[in-house]
């Protein structure tokens, strides 16, 4: 299994530019999310979805939207770029036992100028 | 929302010492994890331990959910134990909420 997988590694946009940040995960879970890290913080909730068709908000989702049509992709979009974007993100998976945590992809490092 | 606290925020050690992290939480949680993120921003799953104790090698956790904190404990630290160490809990629908992180560094 290749995990959680997500594209590009590192971005560069300008303010009011719209991307598509891509997360693939190959361990048919249900549950994925997506989270920011901010430097020198720890990571915060933007989206979450429980299953294909089911999408909701998490802690700082303003700025961003997601949709969920397979089980496998948890595509992230950024519409009108941001500075205050700038950030590293990183797409989660978890299987809905809720005994085994969530698995986490290598991140998107995203620099809004 | 539930409230996550680290400590301590840095720590500096010498290879072969013993360090305890800690991971105080506000709330009743049903997942609580332990990531290592390395020096290239990598998240490692280091435990999923929402209670009891598990061990790994040189890394043991302990949860004690009804006190609400949970210990990383790791003994005779490598330079490759750098990084910074998040403890992270949840609640419905598995979603975590990340403390702040310790930062440790351990010199050879």
């Known amino acids: 299994n290749a995990g959680v997988t997500q594209t590009p590694k590192f971005r560069i946009l300008k303010i009011g530019q719209s991307m598509t940040l891509q997360c693939t995960q190959d361990?048919?879970?249900?549950?994925m999310y997506w989270y920011r890290q901010d430097p020198g913080m720890g990571l915060k909730l933007i989206y979450y979805s429980v299953g294909a068709g089911i999408t909701d908000k998490g802690e700082v989702p303003n700025g961003y939207n997601v949709s969920r049509s397979t089980t496998e992709d948890f595509p992230l979009r950024l519409e009108l770029a941001a500075p205050s974007q700038t950030s590293v993100y990183f797409c989660?998976?978890?299987?809905?036992?809720?005994?085994?945590?969530?698995?986490f992809g290598p991140g998107t490092r995203l620099t809004v100028l | 929302g539930i409230q996550v606290e680290q400590s301590p925020p840095d720590l500096i050690l010498q290879e072969g010492a013993n360090s305890t992290l800690r991971c105080n939480f506000s709330d009743s949680v049903n997942n609580l994890q332990w990531f290592h993120q390395n020096p290239w921003g990598q998240l490692i799953n280091l435990f999923y331990i929402p209670s009891g104790t598990k061990q790994n090698g040189r890394l043991s956790a302990t949860t004690v959910a009804t006190e609400r904190y949970s210990l990383l404990y790791i003994s005779s630290s490598q330079t490759t134990d750098s990084g910074v160490y998040f403890c992270?809990?949840?609640?419905?629908?598995?979603?975590?909420?990340f403390g702040q992180g310790t930062r440790l560094t351990i010199n050879p």
């Open positions: 361990m048919n879970h249900n549950y």
């Open positions: 992270a809990v949840g609640g419905g629908a598995q979603k975590l909420v």
């Open positions: 989660a998976s978890s299987p809905n036992s809720g005994r085994a945590g969530q698995f």
